[in-house]
């Protein structure tokens, strides 16, 4: 198997692989400071720490086991909610499980999108340094201090880790913000798949989705949300072989090899959450033909986008 930047496999899934070992290191850390406690006779402290790092290691091994994202980032904030917790109550009770702060940063910028991550960064220091500044200034002032520079360092470390991912799903034919294929990566597909079409005589389905003009009004912010919860559900419902494609102009197109007009239908029920009313944000159906070649298609999916964009 080919590895490093020669194997799309290795680097889609090298974000994961890094949560699994940072929280494998935050498992062995945490192991040390429960021994510590258990040394010091400090038995109830040791058993909340060990526990704690035992969930890491699971979740750390799990998560090397599995191999791949997942369709949501849910068992990630639990992970953050679990860690926020415990060093919230570590500072309301005399800095006990302190530590966590250090490590919930870096956790927060591997572990999610760089955007979620500075945000629950910002939020979650705020609430640290006004806690940690309640009590005596001496060594709380000491531990704040380390607190802002680890803080600091993950967000330079998140920054980092985000260019060269979108550096990397450029390289890839990916956009960076839905994961989804993009436009050039659509007219390289299909300069490969039209000849297979007409070789093996079968079909070729596009599935065009329209966003409409009215969300591309709320702010930049709102319709990348839209866009990244739409490109996730087509990814999670369409078939294995079927890839998703954000084109230049916001809309997605799902190439579907052997598609029939019912996968699509398919994709449209198990999405009625996302889609919401099927006049607002419709589902086109593109049939390849024999006399097609890339630019017809083309042609005939912006036809359709312009159709329900007016």
Known sequence: ML????????????????????????????????????????????????????????????????????????PEWLVVIALAGWTIS??????????AAYWLPFYLVFAVRWAHAAMAIAVFSALFSMLVL???????????????????????????????????LAQLGQDPQTRAYTERQLIEDLAKEIPRADRQTSRLLLAVVVIPQPWKTQGREVLEQHL?????????????????????SEDFV????????????????????VLGNPDELPMVALHYQPDDDQESLLARIEEAVNDFSR
Not at 134 to 153: F, N
Not at 237 to 243: G, N
Request: proline share 3%; charged share 15%; net charge negative.
């Open 134 to 168: 309640m009590g005596d200034l001496g060594a709380r002032g000491q531990i704040l201090t380390t607190y802002l520079v680890s803080a600091a360092t993950a967000l330079c470390f998140g920054w980092l880790n985000d260019r060269g991912e979108a550096h990397m």
């Open 90 to 99: 570590g500072v309301m009770e005399d800095l006990l499980g302190v530590h």
């Open 3 to 74: 590895t490093g930047k020669h194997n799309p496999y290795f680097l889609r899934h090298q974000s994961i692989r890094l949560v699994a070992t940072y929280c494998l290191l935050m498992a062995a850390a945490l192991s040390v400071l429960a021994l510590v406690d258990y040394l010091q006779t400090s038995t109830l402290d040791s058993i909340s720490i060990g526990g704690l790092a035992a969930l890491l290691a699971a979740y750390g091994g799990f998560l090397l086991w599995r191999d791949r994202p997942f369709d949501s980032s849910w």
């Open 254 to 273: 799902v190439l579907m090899p052997h598609g029939k007009s019912l996968d699509m239908q398919m994709i449209e029920t198990r999405m009625a959450p």
């Open 228 to 248: 990244c919860d739409i490109a996730d559900a087509l990814r999670q419902y369409a078939l294995p072989f079927h890839k998703v494609y954000k084109l230049d």
